[in-house]
C-alpha cells in the first residue's frame, strides 16, 4: 500500500485547499508523490549502507560505543559556508551568503531563528539529547525513534542515560538503516534493543501498542529530520500513535516551522503539487535563490521544500491533534536548529492524552 488518492484529497483539505482534480487525476498525484518518497528511501538505504560498512570497520578495532559513535557522527564537512554537499554545483539552485564569508572550518547554522557561522566543531547540536532525557522519567520503559537511520539518536541517548531498564526501538524504512542500528544498539546500556521495519506513508504501530501494553504513558516516541521526507503524512498520525501509547510523550524535531506563514506556505503547497505533477521540469524554479538572512529563513525553507518535494502538512497535524485533544501540545520552538541551514528544524513536544472512555 501507498499514498492514496483519496488519502491525499483528504491532507489537501485539511490544509484548505481545494482542487478541480477529479479521482484518477488525484490518485496520479499521489502515485506521482509516493514515487518521489521511494526515490528518496532508496537514497537513504545507500547512504546508510555506507554507514554500515563504516560501522563493520570501525568494530574491529573497538566495541566502546562512545568511540564508534564520535567516528561515525563527527563535525560536518563544508565548504567554508555550507555542507560540501551544498555547494552550487552539488545541488543547482544558488546561495547568496549576505555577508557571510567563506572560512575555513566554518559553516552557517541556526540557532533560535537566527543564522550563525559557527566551527565546525560546535555547529553539531546535541540538545536534542539533553531535551529528550529530560522527558524520560523513572517509569519510562520504551523510546521509540520513527525514522531512526543508522540509529545515532537512541545511541547519543542511552549512552546519556546510561539506563538499563529501558527498551529502545529503531523504526526504519531501510534494511541497511535498520541493520547498522541493531548492532549498534546492541552495545549500549539498556534492557532491550530491536529494530522495526516501518513506512510513514502506511503508518502502523502495533509494535508500540505491544510494547506499551496498558502502560502508555511509560513510551516516549520521537522523530528528528525523517517525517520530514513524505510529502503528506496521513492526517490520522498522530491519533494512532496516541491510540498506541495514551498517556505517552511524542517530540518532532522536523522542518515544519515555515508552515506556519501562511501566505508563504500556500504558495509553496501549490508549486509543490505542481513540481510533482509535471515532475523532470524545475523550470519554474529558475531564477529563484537562497539568502542566508534571517528573515528569509521561512522562504529558504519553502523553498527547499519545493525542490526536494518535502512535508508540507506536519504543522497541521501537530496543531490539529492539539485542538481535537487527541495531544496537548506543550512545547512549541519553530526554526530551532539545523543541520542544513536552508531547511531548520522546529521542535514540537506533545503528551499524548488518554483515550475519553
Ligand atoms: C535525514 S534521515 C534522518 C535519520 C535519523 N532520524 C537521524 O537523525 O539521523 C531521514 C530518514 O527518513 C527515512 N525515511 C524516508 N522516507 C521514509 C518513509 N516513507 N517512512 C519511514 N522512513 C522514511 C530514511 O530512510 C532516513 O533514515
Known amino acids: 500500500?501507498?499514498?492514496?488518492?483519496?488519502?491525499?484529497?483528504?491532507?489537501?483539505?485539511?490544509?484548505?485547499?481545494?482542487?478541480e482534480l477529479n479521482s484518477r487525476q488525484m490518485a496520479s498525484l499521489a502515485r506521482s508523490l509516493q514515487s518521489i518518497n521511494n526515490k528518496q528511501k532508496e537514497?537513504?538505504?545507500d547512504g546508510w549502507r555506507a554507514s554500515l560498512e563504516k560501522f563493520e570497520a570501525l568494530l574491529q578495532n573497538t566495541r566502546d560505543p562512545k568511540q564508534i559513535l564520535d567516528s561515525m557522527d563527527g563535525p560536518p564537512k563544508t565548504d567554508g559556508l555550507v555542507s560540501a554537499f551544498l555547494g552550487e554545483e552539488g545541488f543547482g539552485i544558488p546561495i547568496d551568503p549576505a555577508g557571510f564569508e567563506r572560512m575555513e572550518n566554518h559553516i552557517v547554522t541556526v540557532r533560535n531563528g537566527t543564522y550563525l557561522h559557527l566551527p565546525c566543531e560546535s555547529a553539531s547540536d546535541h540538545r536534542l539529547t539533553g531535551?529528550?532525557?529530560?522527558?524520560?522519567?523513572?517509569?519510562?520503559?520504551?523510546?521509540v525513534e520513527l525514522g531512526s537511520g543508522w540509529g545515532r539518536n537512541l545511541c547519543h541517548l542511552a549512552l546519556h542515560l546510561n539506563r538499563d531498564d529501558i527498551r529502545y526501538v529503531a523504526a526504519e524504512q531501510s534494511r541497511s538503516g535498520r541493520h547498522c542500528a541493531e548492532q549498534l544498539l546492541s552495545l549500549v546500556p539498556c534492557k532491550?534493543?530491536?529494530?522495526?521495519?516501518?513506512?510513514?506513508?502506511?503508518?502502523?504501530?502495533?509494535?508500540?501498542?505491544r510494547l506499551a501494553r496498558n502502560d502508555g504513558k511509560g513510551a516516549l516516541i520521537f522523530s528528528?529530520?525523517?517525517?520530514?521526507?513524505?510529502?503528506?503524512?496521513?492526517?490520522?498520525?498522530?491519533?494512532?500513535?496516541?491510540?498506541?501509547?495514551?498517556?505517552?510523550t511524542l517530540l518532532i524535531q522536523e522542518p515544519f516551522g515555515w508552515q506556519a506563514e501562511t501566505e508563504l506556505f500556500e504558495t509553496a503547497l501549490r508549486e509543490t503539487l505542481y513540481s510533482a505533477m509535471y515532475r523532470g521540469g524545475k523550470a519554474h524554479l529558475e531564477g529563484r535563490i537562497f539568502k542566508l538572512t534571517d528573515e528569509m529563513m521561512n522562504a529558504n525553507a519553502a523553498l527547499w521544500s519545493i525542490v526536494c518535494c518535502y512535508n508540507m502538512n506536519l504543522y497541521d497535524l501537530i496543531q490539529r491533534a492539539d485542538k481535537n485533544g487527541i495531544a496537548s501540545l506543550e512545547r512549541l520552538t519553530f526554526n530551532y536548529t539545523a543541520s542544513n541551514p536552508l531547511i531548520p528544524y522546529s521542535l514540537a513536544i506533545m503528551k499524548l492524552n488518554e483515550k475519553a472512555s
Open 1 to 19: 500500500m501507498s499514498l492514496t488518492g483519496p488519502q491525499l484529497r483528504e491532507a489537501l483539505n485539511n490544509l484548505g485547499l481545494r482542487t
Open 224 to 248: 528528528r529530520a525523517a517525517l520530514e521526507q513524505p510529502a503528506f503524512i496521513p492526517t490520522n498520525f498522530i491519533q494512532l500513535i496516541r491510540d498506541a501509547a495514551p498517556g505517552g
Open 192 to 209: 532491550d534493543s530491536s529494530t522495526q521495519a516501518f513506512d510513514f506513508y502506511r503508518p502502523d504501530f502495533k509494535f508500540i501498542e
Open 131 to 143: 531535551i529528550l532525557a529530560d522527558l524520560v522519567t523513572e517509569d519510562t520503559h520504551t523510546i
Open 43 to 45: 537514497t537513504y538505504e
